[in-house]
Nanobody, 118 residues
Framework: QVQLVESGGGLVQPGGSLRLSCAAS????????MGWYRQAPGKQRELVAA???????NYADSVKGRFTISRDNAKNTVYLQMNSLKPEDTAVYYC????????????WGQGTQVTVSS
């Protein structure tokens, strides 16, 4: 059974920081590209950051220079360090695991709420 379990969300003031974690089980973690998506109320889910099993990271323009995605394959965990948070970063953040070979398969976590407010 595949599980992606996010943690680290919460309420933070503008300008603050949070670190999200996503612990994966039931998959060979190193074979998967990992990503963080977010969905704000009334908006579509959007990619925030992605990190392949090997290669360079990818960020949404709105978070470049503020967010950093990383992964620890030994711990089957992907992280999202979020600095200089803004109210517009408020959303439910979802962890995503994806592979395309030999067949395309992907998995989602249950989401963790991030609220940026004074």
């Amino acid at each position: 059974q595949v599980q992606l379990v996010e943690s680290g969300g919460g309420l933070v003031q503008p300008g603050g920081s949070l670190r999200l974690s996503c612990a994966a089980s039931g998959i060979i973690f190193g074979f998967y590209a990992m990503g963080w998506y977010r969905q704000a109320p009334g908006k579509q889910r959007e990619l925030v950051a992605a990190i392949p099993s090997g290669g360079s990271t990818n960020y949404a323009d709105s978070v470049k220079g503020r967010f950093t995605i990383s992964r620890d394959n030994a711990k089957n965990t992907v992280y999202l360090q979020m600095n200089s948070l803004k109210p517009e970063d408020t959303a439910v953040y979802y962890c995503h695991a994806d592979r395309t070979y030999p067949i395309k398969v992907d998995y989602w976590g249950q989401g963790t709420q991030v609220t940026v407010s004074s």
